[in-house]
């Protein structure tokens, strides 16, 4: 196994290329030692990232990370969201108070708007620098925001400079960010987190022959083609999530799969890049 491969934040901070979604955990008891075992086994692997929000399982998958890294939080980068209505100074506070305690730890290290509602962009960067300034949170940033959002926030004072990595869906499937979102986050240094990397799972059903006969090539499964893709660049971050401790052995083996030239251009035949502009894809 070769050294866990990572990406730069803004500010220096060096996050693994390949981190884990908690999405699901949480919600049935009988499943929390599975779900922790997993994630454990993922941070021994290096993808010690991990990927959460209040919304999980209504705080469940939050304890389910809260219990996981007990005794271990300074190997872990841990992010967290926040409910839209959640976004003003007032109410932020209030949630990311009930996220520490959830997860156990007194400072989260990256934590995100889930996606964009009602509350001014204005308001919710207040609130983070606040937090920031607090140092309840190390970083801040958005998930599911368009390039117009992202347009917007820097044109706000101090936009970019708190808002420093955007959480989207982007996998095979959902190519669409290649065409305006992915050239806009590079230029700016601001990696983006890949969610649903595996499209939920769906990529991994060796039902596409491309990618079946790409795995067969490199003696891998099609998860990890799928995965290897979407960390190809080395700044986009990928967070699977699995909560059965072979699927995490077998996705932090994806991070070592150096995929061709050949098998980029069988890949691109048959899940077509971006010709146009699309809008941001949420599902
Ligand atoms: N910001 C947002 O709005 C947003 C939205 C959606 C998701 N997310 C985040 O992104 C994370 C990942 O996305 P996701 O959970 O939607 O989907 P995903 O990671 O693409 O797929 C998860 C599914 O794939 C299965 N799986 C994982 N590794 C596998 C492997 N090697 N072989 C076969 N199956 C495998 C998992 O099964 P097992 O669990 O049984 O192993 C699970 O059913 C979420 O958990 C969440 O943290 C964020």
Redesign the pocket.
Known sequence: MNPMRTTTLPGGTAVPLLGQ?????GEDREHRRREVS?LRTGMELGMTLI???EM?ADGGAERVVGEAIRGRRDDVFIVS?LYPQNATPERMRKACERSLKRLGTERIDLY?L??RGDVALRRMLDGFAQLLADEKIAYAGV??FDVQDMDELARLKDGLDIIVAN???Y?LEKRGIEYDLLPWMRKRHRPVIA???????L??GGTHRALASIAERHDA?A??VSLAWVVRDGDVIA??????VA??K??RGAVDLKLTARDLDELDESFAPPEERMPLA?R
Not at 21 to 25: A, D, E, Q, S
Not at 239 to 244: F, G, L, N, V
């Open positions: 979604g908690t999405w699901r955990m997993a990927d959460t929000a999980y969201k995100l889930h996606w998930s599911n959480e989207v869906l996998n969610y649903s990397p595996i499209e939920e799972g990529l991994a499964t998860a990890q967070i699977p999530k699995a909560a059965t699927h995490v077998q996705n949420t």
